[in-house]
């Protein structure tokens, strides 16, 4: 039921037009299936932090396995501004906004009440006043008025939705005239898709190499009973985002710690012949920057592709 909708999700670009899944019965199954999978898991692993020091660090630590991804989704220079962490879970980035800059409003929106509790937890550790607001996959519009948001900051959501068209008209609406917003979703050409998916899990692993390339993916990401995990091109985003009335500029994809420790395997994989042509050609094609982080033609080939957005 899921691979129907993943398959609609990536397979209805029509000249990079979006058209949303329309199946009911697959959406409400999905919504039951979403509430329940992003309750169990979520970015902390429902870790309880003792004090400041540990949560910070913890921060820290985890903006560090993906090079350069705080500096493509900031938390930093808003002060006086209104936010909303959209999927905020466990208020990881909600700790970073209230530590890092001075918001005038400061909210956390997400399906998991569960999750919701603990960034209440943690929040309240820091000593950050945040609105905390439950949403629902099922409900068409979000609990927020007209243009009343300055930014948002949404990373790592809407690659799990069936609809994100939906959401960033929603977006769209709620932000303020030319309001801002950072969006980060997964990255098709990234070392994730084509050395981690094609060659070490399909082949080196034998994990569902009967499946399509993106199918495979969906399964790698955050769990392989994720209700959708999905990714896209930088062209397709940015088309969605016109689609919604949004300006969407492609600032970066971030490379993760786990994608860079690969390489190693990349010319094995472009040697062995049972790997997908697109893939193998994608890592024949690699280029380096002064880093040593990989590119491919001209972008970095990193999971994380991060968008600024404007109303």
């Known amino acids: 039921m899921i691979q129907n909708i993943l398959h609609k999700i990536k397979g209805k670009f029509d000249a990079f037009k979006y058209i949303a899944p329309k199946n009911s019965h697959e959406l409400e199954n999905y919504h039951e299936d979403a509430k329940d999978y992003w309750t169990q898991h979520n970015i902390t692993l429902h870790h ?8 910070l660090e913890y921060f820290h630590w985890r903006n560090d396995q993906y090079y350069k991804y705080i500096q493509l989704m900031p938390v930093a220079g808003y002060d006086g501004k209104a936010i909303l962490d959209y999927g905020c879970g466990p208020g990881h980035d ?4 209230g530590a890092f800059s001075s918001p005038s409003r400061l909210v956390g929106a997400d399906l998991s009440a569960s999750s ?10 820091h000593g950050i006043a945040a609105e905390l607001a439950p949403i629902s996959p099922d409900k068409h519009t979000l609990p927020f008025d007209d243009a009343s948001i300055d930014h948002i900051h949404c990373s790592g959501v809407l690659h799990h939705t069936p609809d994100p068209l939906r959401i960033l008209r929603e977006f769209k609406r709620i932000l303020r005239p030319r309001g801002t917003a950072n969006i980060m979703v ?3 050409h990234s070392l994730w898709v084509h050395l981690y998916v094609a060659y070490v899990r399909s082949i080196e692993q034998g994990l569902f190499p009967e ?3 993106l199918e495979q ?4 990401t955050d769990g392989e009973d994720c209700p959708i995990s999905t990714c896209y091109t930088v062209d397709q985003w940015i088309a969605i985002c016109s689609q919604a009335g949004l300006e969407a500029t492609f600032t970066g994809a971030a490379v993760s710690v786990h994608e860079a420790s690969l390489l190693q395997k990349r010319f094995s994989a472009i040697q062995d012949r049972r790997m997908p042509p697109e893939s193998r050609r994608f890592l024949a094609e690699l ?8 590119l491919y033609k001209g972008i970095h080939a990193g999971i994380d592709a991060c968008f600024a957005i404007r109303n």
Not at 48 to 55: D, G, H, I, N, P
Not at 94 to 97: E, I, P
Not at 116 to 125: F, N, P, Q, W
Not at 217 to 220: E, G, H, N, Q, T
């Open 48 to 55: 309880q932090f003792a004090s400041q020091e540990e949560s």
């Open 94 to 97: 909600l700790v970073g906004f």
């Open 116 to 125: 919701l509790g603990e960034a209440k937890d943690r929040l309240a550790l």
């Open 186 to 188: 997964y990255h098709y």
């Open 211 to 213: 499946l399509p390339l």
């Open 217 to 220: 993916f969906a399964r790698s």
């Open 287 to 294: 280029e380096f920057d002064a880093g040593g982080l990989p």
